[in-house]
């Protein structure tokens, strides 16, 4: 599956319909804005459902 890609700069998901707009940058970055916090970010995917995004920043450093 393409999970461990998706943080990656301009990644784009093959399997979808080309009609999807983008340039593959999106995930990429919340991903930096995210890491450079200190925070984490993960996702949850069932195929065929969807997948759920998920992160967390810390209170304090």
Request: proline fraction near 3%; aromatic fraction near 14%.
């Given at each position: 599956?393409?999970?461990?890609?998706?943080?990656?700069?301009?990644?784009?998901?093959?399997?979808?319909?080309?009609?999807?707009?983008?340039?593959g940058?999106?995930?990429?970055?919340?991903?930096?804005?995210?890491?450079?916090?200190?925070?984490?970010?993960?996702?949850?995917s069932?195929?065929?459902?969807?997948?759920t995004?998920?992160?967390?920043?810390?209170?304090?450093?």
């Amino acid at each position: 599956e393409d999970q461990h890609q998706l943080f990656e700069r301009y990644y784009r998901v093959m399997n979808q319909p080309q009609t999807v707009s983008g340039f593959g940058i999106g995930l990429y970055l919340c991903a930096e804005i995210i890491k450079r916090h200190h925070g984490r970010i993960w996702l949850e995917s069932e195929l065929g459902k969807g997948s759920t995004f998920y992160f967390s920043l810390p209170l304090e450093q």
